[in-house]
């Protein structure tokens, strides 16, 4: 990681500048270090320069021995300038070394700058497309409710109708158990009659056929005493015709009535053939009364809808 120069870091330069024969600037320390902001270098060269003074005082009275002779001054100088070339050295070597090392932060540095800024972009990217897909999430999500809502209106209204049909379904259900009554009270009447109709002409055809044996015998005892009574035999004819005239003419009368008791019967028969086919007529009729209501029930939801009445 990159780290920002130190105040002894400064000082350090400006010493190595002042060696080699140059004046310690601001643009002279920065570019002797490689890095460094101007006024963080500013501010610790402004100490150095304080510190200056004292330090060459201290130096020269280091160097400056009492009563010391000149050869040992003079060696004391040579030596004191090869410490500060060993120390400038291992500082120069130092400052090499964490120059490099600083290249090497700010390439890191660099290298992770480009990969931030490579995964913002994508981040970007990728909020962009959540952002549209959220604002289409949105659009599908206010379509769907509207249906939802359409629905809904759409099933209240069913609900209605299907209120409105089950009151109707009972209204008719009452009155075909009504008409059913009615026609079950028809029929027993029918049967009822159509058994006394039955029964009377059963006795009506006993007595012709009473009748008819009746005249028969009387025939034949007529035709004993014409063999026996050939003397009263033109009066005996004539009262045997009067006589067979007379049973004709019942005989007549029994089978016009007889006649008259069918067509009676035949009558009842059709009677209650009508009132049988009556349930299907009904039947056909609410049939026909539905599909009329349903349509009357259509267009009224076409005028409603045209209309724009909910």
């Known amino acids: 990681m990159a780290r920002g120069i130190t105040e002894t870091d400064v000082h350090i330069a400006a010493d190595e500048l002042v060696a ?19 006024n963080t270098v500013t501010r610790h060269l402004e100490t150095w320069w304080q510190g200056l003074g004292r330090r060459l005082h201290v130096q020269h009275v280091r160097l400056a021995v009492p009563d010391a002779p000149e050869v040992v001054t003079a060696l004391a100088g040579e030596w004191w300038e090869r410490a500060l070339e060993a120390a400038r050295a291992e500082c120069t070597q130092a400052l090499a070394i964490e ?48 249906l939802i809502d359409q629905l809904q209106h759409q099933t209240r209204e069913l ?23 009615h026609l079950q009270r028809a029929e027993d009447s ?50 045997h015709r009067d006589q067979l005239e007379t049973a004709r003419v019942a005989t007549a009368d029994i089978q016009q009535e007889l006649a008259g008791q069918r067509a009676r019967a035949d009558g009842l028969e059709a009677q209650l053939e009508s009132l049988r086919n009556l349930p299907i007529a009904l039947e056909a009729a609410l049939r026909t009364q539905n599909s009329a209501g349903a349509k009357v029930e259509r267009k009224k939801t076409k005028i409603r809808s045209g209309s724009g009445t909910p």
């Open 159 to 181: 609900a209605q109708q299907r209120d409105v049909a089950l009151a109707r379904s009972k209204e008719l259900e009452v009155a075909r158990e009504a008409l059913q009554g």
């Open 20 to 38: 080699a024969g140059e004046r310690p600037t601001v643009e002279r320390i920065r570019a002797h270090l490689g890095t460094g902001s101007p």
């Open 99 to 146: 120059r490099s090392t600083l290249l090497k932060d700010h390439e890191a540095l660099n290298e992770e700058r480009a990969r931030l800024a490579v995964e913002s972009s994508a981040l970007r990217a990728e909020l962009d497309a959540a952002r549209h897909s959220l604002q289409v999430a949105q659009v599908q999500a206010t379509e769907q409710q509207r």
């Open 190 to 239: 029918a049967r009822a009659e159509r058994e006394s109709l039955t029964q009377h002409l059963r006795a009506t055809e006993d007595r012709a056929h009473a009748e008819v044996d009746r005249a028969r015998q009387e025939a034949k005892e007529l035709s004993s005493k014409l063999s026996t009574l050939a003397k009263e035999r033109a009066s005996v004819e004539r009262r």
